[in-house]
């Protein structure tokens, strides 16, 4: 014979407004086997654990059964103090009358008919628990950080330096990210590069780290603490043993003249060639689709060499390997850190800002490269189509941030101060430039920010107008800007030398292919989920991954890295234990039973179902505990019901399901 | 040999007769059969809609409803005439909206009678066609050579964008490519869909002519001999008022505006004559026997 112990709790007036909790309690106190019921102000509350403590040893309980709020709430308070009382924390159930009956329900009558059935039911349910006992996990100690920008370096940095071993993998071919193209940062104006370089050096430095460079996640296997993930590595068609770095190959290559990714268009590049000059590690690539040598040996294999060949002949350490191939590396991780950062939106779809059809509309990125002293322009800032120094410059923004129309409603959080940024450096560049800025509204939010606007507006001579651009178009030398000013409620038309598109931010286009690779969330944008957006910010809804930076939405550089020290910080928690305690409350298959249909398998989110052959040559399914979270997929879709999710039998569930519909109660 | 109805509107009836002509006249060279729309009424034009919205959907519902009889693709040559209908089309998708038309037709069953099927083709969509280009190629005798031209589609052919589908909303391309194949030298410029002033021609002409002065200035500014319309109402906008904008603003502009099908009727060898192409207010002929002058010495 069970015996039951029932505590309602009244939640404050939560509970208590709308149901009779002492009526609950009289009530349920008559079921059979229920030897102590009673209800109490919070039960959550310390004196409130003690209660069902005291009650637990007094009457020899075995079972306890909490009618409070939902389990997702307060199962491990609870659990807890039935833990503490000497019972197996899973003979703990919970009944929700507070999300599932009082806060939905206006009347007492029915809210405390209802709640009696609800804890009726966990009373049945409770006859049938058993107590469960959750696996140890061990734990690999080593860390993955996916993407080499400011946040990735910062996590690397971290956990390496609390004496864990770091894996950074970053798909181009240097570390750095945005940061490392930007000139100035805002509202102190730092050089970006002057603060970033001695991080990157760092990082490739430093006895814990391995950087994987010119490489990509290919897939995740496993569950926290124990993750399997192979890395694909891109071949430079450089030796980056024998090479040093010199920069031969670079002037010696033939084709120069394609468009630059890190200077976004603005400036060119060779077929090899190294991002920028700081670029970490400092190894070239040799681009495949342009390389004449590469293309060459790909047409005819049987040729001995290829046809250019120019940096192979002078390079002085023959580090040029025309025949590198792709290779793959299999390694296991405790924890990992994703940190892939963001693109930028593509303005062409405003086609009345004319970018793309007009050479001087130029976006925000392609202002930082032609402002850096390393960009292509020396640090001159000269319009695309002439070469001139422009005298006045129009910005635009919210171009892709705040507007529906293009699928992006959200506001993109970095423009309003980057604008501010370029207001101001232009001035500083030459006294002459006048700005002028078409905003919505201004959003500076943080320290010191508000003030480096009114520095830019006051000091730099900033022109802000309020209102949307109509149309950008060409006019003799020079570009016309039509809009609107909503102060004024006029329309107004600015003469520039330059319109600069202030581009808003948004997910990598591979965003969602990533994380469905580790199987974490992502929203409609392809941002990643957090776990909790308050309370679990750096967390993914996977144990064991973490988030930080742009991933998961807009952010600046202070932002995203101290996204990057928290997701170190939670991933040397997870990594200082040897062992993890998995779910105890897993999926197990009767194998003797089990046909090998795999109706399971099919409907596994989280790939816990394995293939295992038995002694007598059946095919069965097994449940990987460590990857089972106990959703019960698995055991519904079973045809046969040879699967049980534990602490939630047929019969538990059945049980429950008798109390409602077959035995009265107060509802009747 | 293709088969289309016809809807002239009452500009190729009236004030646009010369689109009209021409029109015809090239069809007929391109094997296209035109068949006016027998009993067709009024499109509304802007008069209907911003007094009446059920009303400026009623108009070309009962027109549509004629073309839907005849099971063939119908022609509104006028961007008015062809936005108003394709509008009514995308509107009729809502059933209340679709009744309280339907009430005002006295009770045709719309949906049953197909309006929202046909086919509803604007001049661009007709002759501008990858195929039709291609077709037209064969029939230009006498290319216009040595004749600069901006194109002008105004709004009433691009937008709504969501319901006309326009090749490019800002930058339409498809008039360039018909008039580049008729030999002239299409110049890019930014103006392509800025306003004209539309039918503030009545109530505002004042702001007409300062529109009006400021696309030609742009026109001119980039080199252009002329403008081609493919708009009764962009037509009549910049070619009727070129002498009060010189009386206003003191500028000449004296810019011929072509309809694009007296383009096209030009290169397949047709006289400004037989193009009614006197008829316009801004001369438009000189610049044709300029050309003609020019072409003579140099052959």
């Known amino acids: ?668 | 040999m293709q088969t289309y109805s016809y809807y002239p509107g009452c500009s190729l009836h009236g004030t646009a007769k010369e689109y009209d002509h021409s029109l015809k006249l090239v069809a007929h060279r391109l094997g296209i059969q035109l068949h006016e729309l027998p009993g067709w009424n009024c499109c509304g034009a802007t008069a209907a809609h911003s007094t009446d919205e059920i009303l400026g959907l009623a108009l070309p519902a009962r027109n549509l409803v004629l073309a839907a009889e005849r099971k063939r693709p119908v022609l509104a040559p006028c961007a008015m005439c062809f936005n108003r209908m394709k509008v009514t089309q995308h509107e009729l998708q809502e059933p209340a909206t679709r009744q309280a038309v339907q009430e005002r037709l006295e009770g045709v069953d719309l949906e049953a009678t197909g309006v929202r099927q046909v086919q509803v083709l604007s001049l661009l969509e007709t002759f501008a066609s990858d195929d039709m280009r291609a077709t037209a190629s064969k029939w230009v005798v006498k290319p216009l050579k040595g004749l600069k031209v901006v194109c002008y589609y105004g709004c009433l052919l691009v937008r709504p964008p969501e319901i006309l589908q326009p090749d490019d909303l800002e930058n339409p391309r498809s008039m360039d490519r018909l008039v580049e194949v008729m030999g002239a030298e299409v110049l890019d410029w930014p103006f392509k869909t800025e306003c004209c002033g539309a039918s503030l021609a009545i109530a505002r002409a004042d702001i007409v002519v300062a529109l009006g002065r400021r696309l030609l200035n742009m026109a001119r500014t980039v080199g252009a001999d002329a403008i081609v319309t493919a708009c009764p109402m962009c037509h009549s906008n910049l070619d009727t008022r070129q002498a009060q904008i010189k009386a206003r603003y003191g500028e000449e502009f004296n810019m011929p505006i072509f309809y694009v099908t007296e383009l096209m009727g030009l290169a397949f060898g047709y006289s400004p004559k037989q193009l009614k192409i006197h008829t316009h207010v801004t001369n438009a002929t000189r610049i044709l026997e300029r050309l003609d002058a020019q072409h003579a010495s140099v052959g």
């Open chain 1, 1 to 668: 014979m069970a015996r039951i112990g029932v505590f309602v709790c009244n939640c404050g007036s939560n509970i208590a407004a709308t149901v009779d909790v002492k009526q609950v309690a009289e009530t349920i106190g008559q079921l059979p086997d229920v030897v102590f019921s009673t209800h109490y102000m919070f039960m959550c509350s310390e004196p409130g654990q003690k209660l069902i403590q005291d009650a637990v040893r007094e009457h020899n309980l075995d079972r306890v059964v909490v009618a409070a709020c939902s389990p997702t709430m307060h199962f491990k308070t609870f659990s807890g103090a039935v833990q503490r009382a000497g019972l197996n924390p899973y003979m703990l159930e919970m009944a929700n009358i507070r999300e599932q009956c009082s806060w939905v329900h206006p009347d007492k009558a029915i809210g405390t008919d209802k709640a009696t059935d609800i804890v009726a039911m966990a009373v049945g349910k409770t006859r049938w628990a058993e107590p469960l006992f959750p696996r140890e996990i061990g734990v690999t100690r080593r860390a993955l950080v996916i993407g080499g920008g400011i946040a990735g370096i910062q996590a690397a940095l971290d956990i390496a330096n609390a004496g864990v071993p770091v894996v950074l993998v970053e798909r181009s071919p240097s570390i750095g990210g945005r940061m490392a193209q930007l000139d100035k940062t805002f509202p102190t104006l730092d050089c970006s590069g002057c603060i970033l370089t001695p991080r990157m050096t760092e990082l490739v430095q430093h006895p814990n780290i391995t950087l994987y460079s010119w490489s990509e996640v290919q897939a995740v296997r496993g569950f926290v603490g124990n993750f399997e993930v192979d890395i694909l590595h891109k071949p430079r068609y450089v030796d980056a043993t024998l090479c040093t770095g010199c920069g031969e190959c670079l002037t010696r290559c033939p084709w120069k003249k394609y468009p630059s990714e890190f200077d976004e268009g603005m400036g060119t590049r060779a077929a090899i060639y190294r991002p920028f000059p700081q670029a970490v590690p400092n190894v070239p690539v040799i681009d495949e689709e342009h390389c004449i040598g590469l293309k060459s040996l790909r047409e005819d294999p049987s040729r001995d060499k290829p046809k250019c060949g120019a940096c192979q002949k002078f390079c002085p350490r023959g580090a040029i390997d025309f025949r590198q191939q792709p290779t793959v590396s299999t390694e296991q991780f405790g924890a990992i850190v994703l940190a892939n950062g963001m693109s930028l939106f593509d303005p062409t779809i405003y086609g009345e800002y004319g970018y793309g059809r007009y050479p001087d509309v130029i976006t925000s990125i392609q202002m930082e490269r032609l402002m850096n002293a390393a960009g292509p322009t020396g640090g001159e800032i000269r319009r695309p189509s002439d070469g001139k120094h422009p005298r006045s410059v129009v910005f635009l923004a919210c171009v892709g941030s705040r507007d529906e129309r293009v699928g992006r409603p959200y506001c993109s959080k970095i423009c309003c101060m980057y604008i501010a940024k370029h207001a101001i450096m232009l001035k500083e560049h030459d006294p002459h430039v006048q700005s002028y800025v078409f905003y919505m509204d201004v959003r500076a939010g943080g320290k010191g920010y508000e003030e480096f606007i009114r520095r830019a507006q006051e000091e730099y001579g900033t022109v802000y107008l309020r209102g949307r651009v109509s149309k950008v178009y060409p006019e003799g030398d020079h570009m016309v800007v039509m809009g609107e000013d909503t102060l004024l409620g006029m329309p107004v038309r600015v003469e520039a030398d330059l319109v600069v598109l202030a581009t808003g931010v948004q997910p990598q286009p591979d965003a969602d292919a990533l994380a469905r690779i580790l199987g974490i969330s992502y929203d409609g944008y392809g941002f990643i989920n957090e776990a909790h957006p308050k309370l679990n910010p750096v967390e993914s809804n996977t144990a064991g991954i973490l988030l930080a930076g742009t991933t998961i939405g807009p952010k600046d550089i202070p932002e995203s890295v101290s996204q990057a020290s928290a997701a170190a910080a939670k991933v040397l928690g997870l990594l200082s234990q040897s062992t993890l305690l998995g779910e105890a409350m897993t999926s197990w298959v009767n194998q003797t039973r089990c046909v090998g249909c795999f109706s399971c398998e099919a409907v596994c989110p989280y790939h816990a179902i394995e293939r295992v052959t038995l002694r007598d040559g059946r095919l069965a399914a097994q449940v990987n505990e460590g990857l089972c979270k106990g959703c019960g997929l698995c055991a519904s879709a079973c045809p046969g019901k040879v699967i049980t999710l534990r602490g939630f039998s047929d019969q538990a569930l059945l049980e429950q399901m008798n109390v409602l519909l077959l035995e009265p109660t107060a509802a009747g």
